[in-house]
């Protein structure tokens, strides 16, 4: 088998080019990024680096300008958009559910979709993953408009593995909760990632959600991936993003985690 087929997500050579009004804006060139098998990876970066847009391209939503994206050793673009959840779930920044439709109708969807269970399973399996992201069954018939914020996430969570996907990708989950439901939704991950033997890839500014969860963390600067490594060699790296970015007060209060005892071992 080839290293491609083997990991879980193989970047190799990827430029992505916007061109807009006759201006080519080049986001990524030449940049390369193994995700393993079981791994739960952190992208940081500066604003605008590109981070979300190479969430994206494993996601099959943006096309590589050149190089390659493989997702279980194929083209990540094959995804498309049938289909893709069976492989790749993704939790959107905003949550996105459909207001007119209720939790159990949201969570549904990507299974309605495929069209291939009878009406009564779908329910099933949506009431099963309402209750896998930690929400009690009298939630089921509530809209959108009723949930906090912690709730809306974990309705999304439910709809991107209503499908069981493999991997998984986060652009920013902790963002708007309070730090009460930003730690709980970070122990969450943490249990299906575990349960799940799902492989993660994560973007996050929150410091304290990367050093919870991150098995390894890849640093995106200058166009590429300029350091992916474990959370402690991260954060000893010298490069201007890393040292703003993790050895502020905020950085050095958050990588206290890496050495509390929940994180030993
Ligand atoms: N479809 C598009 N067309 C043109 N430019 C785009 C498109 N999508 C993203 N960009 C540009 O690509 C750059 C990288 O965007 P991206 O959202 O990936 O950044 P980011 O690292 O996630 O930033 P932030 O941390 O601020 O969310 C930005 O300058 C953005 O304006």
């Known amino acids: 088998m080839s290293d491609a087929a083997k990991a879980m997500v193989q970047i190799d050579k990827l430029w992505s080019v916007f061109k807009t009004a006759g201006t ?4 990524h060139q030449d940049l390369d990024l193994t995700v393993a098998h079981g791994e739960l990876l952190s992208i940081v970066g500066g604003s605008g680096s590109g981070k979300t847009v190479l969430l994206r391209q494993m996601l ?3 096309t590589p300008t050149r190089g390659t994206v493989t997702v279980q050793g194929r ?3 094959e995804l498309g958009r049938a289909g893709a959840s069976s492989r790749v779930g993704m939790l959107f920044q905003h949550g996105a559910l459909f207001s007119a439709f209720t939790v159990l109708e949201n969570i549904a969807f990507p299974l309605r979709e495929r069209g291939t269970l009878p009406p009564a399973l779908v329910r099933d399996v949506a009431m099963v993953k309402l209750q896998m992201v930690g929400l009690d069954p009298k939630h089921a018939h509530k809209m959108p408009s009723d949930l906090s914020g912690g709730m809306i996430k974990r309705v999304a969570l439910a709809r991107a593995l209503a499908m069981d996907p493999p991997l998984l990708l986060l652009d920013e989950p902790t963002a708007g909760l309070d730090p009460d439901s930003a730690d709980a939704f970070c122990a969450l991950l943490q249990s ?3 349960e799940l033997d799902l492989t993660v890839v994560m973007v996050t500014h929150d410091l304290d959600t990367i050093f919870e969860l991150s098995t390894r963390i890849a640093v995106v600067a200058d166009k ?3 350091l ?3 959370p402690e060699a991260v ?3 010298e490069h201007p ?3 703003d970015f993790f050895r502020g007060g905020r950085g050095r209060r958050a990588q206290a985690l890496l050495h509390s005892p929940s994180n030993a071992g």
Do not use: K, N, Y
């Open 24 to 27: 080519a804006t080049v986001i």
């Open 60 to 62: 099959g939503l943006e």
């Open 75 to 77: 083209p990540a673009a």
């Open 192 to 194: 299906l990632h575990r």
């Open 224 to 226: 590429r991936v300029v």
């Open 228 to 230: 992916d490594a474990a």
């Open 235 to 237: 954060v000893a790296f």
């Open 241 to 243: 993003f890393v040292q």
